[in-house]
């Protein structure tokens, strides 16, 4: 029976807990930051050996193991056309200043295991692996093929997942543990909007400004560099005075003042948990600016709205809410601001309609912006009544007594880029946020996220179709 099965899948993780810990930090001490290409090694060193390490454990428990090209890989065992696959990353964002604990040194602390990638998404696909093990030991008739996956460029691109899916055939069924519980039946669309507009010219002269990481991440810390005109000097000197911003700093060098601003970082789906440095200092320039050169700021700033207000990309549906922006990179080239702002746009929208609002809403400004580039995400979206759906909220009410909806979410992980797959829940109430200084995950949330998996996936093995 079932049950039972469970039962016996429940038992065998709970006697390999120490076991799953110590692979768990062993793989977040890996860097896994994407750098320079190497051969076999498209996304760089580290992320290779962060898939060597995953698809050495795969090797030693007697799976099938695959290294596709340094690109992915994945572990196999079970046999039948029906395929149940997990889909988890091995790459993480990068680090940022602040950090209280060894960002790689996976430390215990009170209980949890701090470093980059703890939530997002070395503890999930961990978590998924062992599930799968256990799996392994105690269905060894499992009647589906179960597959394991492992991607090295989440986080900077989906490259991973798109060399997969042009090679092999979707699963029959898929999950990515990379979201909230019990799953995300629907995920908005992505946009990166690129906007660009000539420096800043007069008497607040904008020489350079620069900052954030990535598009989806909020900036936490932002520097300006403008010439201040000697016949606005003593005005804007008056107005440093009475700046009320105490996350700004400002001092005068020559004629050039050096702005920088601090914020606070966060996942970009969710720009208002975190606080934009660069909106801060857009902000504090336009404070300071003399009138001559006030529009010009306002504009900037305006461009990092978390509605998207200020790029014209506002708007909601029923099933997702409304349209968030997050002003991710702000950088100085050639001549010109150029803004990158990461969009999470609803399910029933197309990404051509940002492309259309945006560049009308551009039109109408002062400052000679453009739209430089764009690239676009399609939403994901399942009915609730899909047995992927139903399947997973069942097992999810059974192994916690919770009954709780699915949610639509901002957040982009792989399900929306390969068929028949959702988005799954990661860690619970108390467990750091990904992308945020000093992430981290209950080591007690590890254990029963695989306990939850485990159940998850064997029945997905065992659901008709």
């Not at 079970?78 to 988890?88: N, P, T």
């Not at 399910?347 to 259309?356: A, C, K, M, N």
């Not at 995400?377 to 009410?397: E, G, K, M, N």
């Not at 009954?403 to 399900?415: I, L, Q």
Request: net charge negative; aromatic share 8%; charged share 25%.
């Amino acid at each position: 029976m079932p049950d039972a099965v469970v039962s016996q899948l429940h038992a065998w993780l709970r006697a390999h807990e120490s076991e799953l810990l110590d692979d768990y930090r062993d793989l977040l001490k890996i860097p896994s930051l994407e750098s320079e290409p190497l051969p076999n090694a498209p996304f760089g060193a580290e992320n290779r050996r962060a898939l060597d390490f995953a698809l050495g454990l795969g090797r030693k428990w007697g799976m099938s193991v695959t290294d596709s090209e340094g690109y992915c890989g994945w572990a196999d065992f079970g046999s039948g056309e029906r395929q149940v696959a997990s889909f988890g990353h091995l790459d993480v964002v990068p680090v940022g200043p602040g950090w209280k604990h060894d960002p790689f040194g996976a430390e215990i602390d009170k209980g949890y295991v701090y470093a980059r990638g703890a939530v997002d998404d070395k503890g999930p696909t961990m978590a998924s692996f062992y599930a799968m093990r256990a799996i392994q030991e105690v269905c060894p008739d499992v009647p589906a093929t179960m597959r394991q996956w492992f991607g090295c460029n989440e986080e900077s691109g989906f490259g991973c997942i798109a060399h997969y899916a042009a090679r092999e055939p979707a699963p029959t069924f898929g999950v990515a543990p990379d979201s909230g519980w019990p799953l995300y039946h629907g995920e908005k669309g992505i946009a990166n909007l690129v906007v660009e507009r000539p420096l800043v010219s007069g008497d607040l002269e904008l020489l350079e400004v620069s900052g954030g990481q990535r598009p989806n991440i909020v900036i936490d810390l932002c520097t300006a560099r403008v010439r201040v005109a000697a016949s606005v000097r003593a005005e804007v000197e008056a107005k440093l005075a009475e700046a009320w911003d105490r996350n700004v700093a400002a001092r005068f060098d020559g004629d050039v003042l050096v702005v920088e601003a601090r914020g606070k970082a966060a996942h970009g789906a969710w720009p208002i948990g975190g606080d934009n440095a660069a909106v801060r200092c857009f902000r504090f320039l336009r404070e300071i600016a003399p009138v001559s050169s006030q529009k010009a700021y306002s504009e900037l700033l305006e461009v990092g709205h978390i509605g998207g207000d200020g790029v014209g990309v506002a708007g909601s549906d029923e099933p997702s809410g409304a349209l968030t922006a997050n002003l991710g990179i702000v950088e100085t080239v050639g001549g010109k601001v150029r803004l990158t702002v990461n969009c999470r746009y609803p399910v029933t929208w197309e990404g051509r309609r940002l492309v259309e609002q945006c560049r009308a809403k551009l039109a109408k400004l002062s400052g000679g912006f453009e739209l430089a580039s764009s690239t676009d995400s399609r939403p994901l979206y399942f009915p609730l009544d899909h047995p992927l759906v139903s399947t997973i909220c069942d097992v999810y009410r059974q192994e916690t007594g919770e009954d709780k909806e699915p949610g639509v979410m901002g957040g982009g992980t792989y399900a929306r880029a390969i068929a028949n797959t959702v988005s799954i829940g990661t860690g619970w109430d108390g467990d750091g946020d990904a992308h945020e200084t000093d992430e981290r995950l209950a080591i007690e949330s590890l254990f029963k996220m695989s306990r939850i998996y485990a159940h998850i996936l064997w029945r997905l093995a065992n659901l008709p179709v």
